[in-house]
């Protein structure tokens, strides 16, 4: 089950010091247009707030 | 504890007499002092090296799903009508019959494919622990004696008991008698401590998330991509693990400390609801990297939001199989 994956998931990166806010899940149906256009602008917001992620990152110099 | 060497080797010779197993799968004395290894048993002669005490570490099951899934390879090249099964016996503890468990429910094998042989377990002697007991001086020759092990070292001659150099794994563990079998061989072990569990786990989430980060980088750091503890995990059994898959790379192959980060933080996550807290891949890690904090954090989850503990039994779902409508919906991002 995709959704009980997410709840570990987010738990666990939280736990392991990724900050929560960076797991961001919901549902929207293809017919809720102006749902997905708030959810992106608070994913967004979310993410402005939070700066630009800096773990788990491989530099490929 | 009872010892119960001498009825697991009658047993296991007369399965293979009977011929009810074709392989047993058990203990024998390794080639250090004090320890014991992983061995295959197929002619009754062979049973009398059968050992089973405090210093039997692995859990099995790994090698029931290595031997079942080489068989049924081999048996690919037969015609269907000709194919045989092949039964392995298996010495089983708790923490192994939930493995077991976890193999059929994910349906490795069936059920008659594998003849568990029960035994009761008081834990299993943690090789740093002892260390730590000895101040690392060298083992040189070693005995346990009942409870005791008796300890010759570069430093002097040592007895300690086993509770004081038990593994942590062991000292609070809920499932320490087997919970499917088809022989019981011994009486059933006193339970252990398992009300402290998660103790750790929960003073650990009360850090701050810089200083959980720091830790999380630095224990990875010490990881080495040896693989040793994905080749001792039952859970892990995949024909073709995602950290050597080449299309697509899921992560790297190198040194680089993102690869080992990510390779680490998969190979975790995928125990949800798989990992049995066996500690096999603790015991085999070259490195001792503290996996055993992130393991038994994805257990805790599992508990608290689904109720249920990894292979606990036969006929409930496993948690990721499964889904209730009182399932916590907190996680879902709704603006
Ligand atoms: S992850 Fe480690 S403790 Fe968990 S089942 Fe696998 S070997 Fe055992
Ligand atoms: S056994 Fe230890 S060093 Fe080897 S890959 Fe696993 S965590 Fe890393």
Redesign the interface.
Known sequence: MARRKFATLKRFLNYIGVEGDRTIFTWVSASEGDRFAQVIKGVTAKVKALGPANKMLKNIA | MENIESKLREEAKRLLLEKRADIIVGYEKGTLPLTATPCFVSTEAEADKLVYNELCTQNLAKYVHDLITAHKNSQKRVKPEDRKKKVIGVVARGCTTRSLIIHLQERQYERDEVYIIGVPCEGYVDKKNLAKALDSAEIIDGNLDGLQLKIKTAAGDKTIAVSDVIAPNCAVCRFNNPIISDIMVGTPAPVKNPATEYDKISE??KKD??E??????KEMEKCIRCNACRQACPSCYCPTCFAEQSQPQWV?IGE?K??T??FQ?MR??HM?GRCVDCGSCISVCPMGVDLRN?LK??DK??WE??GTRAGSSMEEMP?????SEQ??ED?????
Do not use: H, M
């Open positions: 650990f989430e998330i810089a959980r980060w720091d830790y999380f980088t790297g680089d993102s690869d980060q990510v933080c975790l996550f949800v992130y954090k994805i989850d599992c939001l689904f948690p990721l199989g499964k889904f399932d916590k996680f879902i991002y709704n603006p």
